[in-house]
């Protein structure tokens, strides 16, 4: 993801006010659902989900720059996977339903839509880290 370049622990941990989420989270965040959707699309998909609790992952133990790496890569492989399964869709299966009352367009465009705001939430972040209070 071209938006976390550049971006480290630390920065990928700090929360600008309470309750609000870092960086980090909104990694582990999108991660999460380009996995539940490539699910979706594709219910033989295989692998669980390696965090938990699912939607918000805890953030690991040793937030480090170590695992900062592992949890950029992680998105990366989730993202790439649903990219190809995607890719694999055919254009008839677009207003059929998937489980629930999505099709399977709109879960595509909805992920699609997720991953945009959630970037424009890291960006600002990035924007915010540069510009706060030493």
Known sequence: MQALRGVSAAEARWVPARRRHSIWELVLHIAYWDYAV?????PESPRDFPR???????????????????????LKREHDALVRVVRRVKTSRWNRHLTGRWTCGETIVGIAAHQVYHTGQIQLLKRLWSGRAR
């Open 52 to 74: 938990s609790p699912a939607n918000w992952p805890s953030l690991p133990q040793q937030p480090d720059e170590r695992a900062w790496a592992r949890d950029r890569s992680l």
């Open 38 to 42: 490539r699910r979706r699309l594709d």
